[in-house]
């Protein structure tokens, strides 16, 4: 069962949280991909219940029911989830982002070092003008053109939006069986987002081509990478520098897999996070 509470912020802002609860187990907060409402991985509930681990989740600022955040970064969701973690009594817990969660659960990491014992990516970006990076190789012209529109400024960037363009992802094979099969969890999650307009896809696009506000470099904790080499919307090579770049970082790619067919890796890397000798000491 999934509690859904709104939690009121010190400026004022309100945070849509998502719980499964179970004080006796390891939190792990889920971070969204772009467009997304927070709710945690129902496909993964199995697994975590298995390993004993707990889901905790939030609407991203402009999403769902949290108050949009103006000119939010990467590294400002390290403030929200604190102010969560510290709601429902959490001192320590992971962090797990799919796709443009990636950046956000790296950020925890990095600005959260003495709470977060583990982080796990799945088809996550690098940081925009990443040294020895060419950001944009690989990735599907629409995400392409969604981006650069982005680093463009927020004016060029919802004129793109208004302008009716449709992006196209062009998933793969393995991509579109999982989407008919568990991964159909994602038509309750991108649904409600798109409904609500493109505020929140155009803050977090705007998030990811400015400076995040900090550096994966400053990720002490584990860091697990899970990519599909098939990826177009975030190319494996966005995976392979954020492998060099965190300290305590491993890397899994997979050949056959893209953006979506990845997470049927999840439950492996979910293992992995229960075993990192930090977690198996809590509560």
Request: net charge negative; with cysteine.
């Given at each position: 069962m999934v509690t859904e509470t709104d939690l009121r912020l010190a400026d004022g802002r309100t945070v849509h949280v998502y719980d499964t609860g179970g004080a006796d187990r390891l939190p792990v907060f889920w971070h969204h991909g772009t467009p997304n409402v927070g709710a945690p991985p129902a496909p993964l509930f199995a697994a975590a219940d298995r390993l004993g681990l707990r889901w905790v989740s939030h609407d991203r600022p402009g999403y769902g029911g949290s108050t949009p955040l103006p000119d939010r970064d990467v590294a400002s969701v390290a403030g929200d989830v604190a102010a969560v973690a510290d709601a429902l009594g959490l001192?320590?817990?992971?962090?797990?982002?799919?796709?443009?969660?990636?950046?956000?659960?790296?950020?925890?990491?990095?600005?959260?070092?003495?709470?977060?014992?583990?982080?796990?990516?799945?088809?996550?970006?690098?940081?925009?003008?990443?040294?020895g990076l060419d950001w944009f190789a690989g990735m599907v012209p629409s995400g392409v053109a969604a981006l650069r529109a982005a680093a463009a400024g927020r004016a060029v960037k919802e004129a793109h939006e208004a302008s009716g363009v449709e992006y196209d992802p062009q998933f793969t094979e393995a991509d579109l069986a999982a989407l008919h099969a568990?991964?159909?969890?994602?038509?309750?999650?991108?649904?409600?987002a798109v409904a609500a307009g493109p505020d929140g896809s155009i803050a977090d696009d705007l998030a990811y081509v400015r400076p995040w506000g900090f550096d994966p470099a400053d990720v002490a904790a584990p860091v697990l990478l899970v990519h599909g080499e098939r990826d177009g919307i975030a190319p494996v090579a966005h995976a392979r520098w954020l492998a060099?770049?965190?300290?305590?970082?491993?890397?899994?790619?997979f050949p056959d897999d893209g953006h979506i067919s990845v997470l049927r890796h999840a439950e492996p890397a979910l293992e992995w996070l229960s075993r990192r000798p930090a977690s198996r000491r809590l509560p």
């Open positions: 001192d320590r817990f992971a962090t797990m982002g799919h796709s443009g969660g990636g950046p956000h659960a790296l950020a925890c990491g990095a600005l959260l070092a003495d709470r977060v014992v583990a982080v796990v990516v799945g088809a996550g970006l690098a940081p925009y003008g990443a040294t568990e991964w159909s969890w994602f038509d309750g999650v991108v649904g409600p060099d770049r965190c300290p305590a970082a491993e890397l899994r790619t």
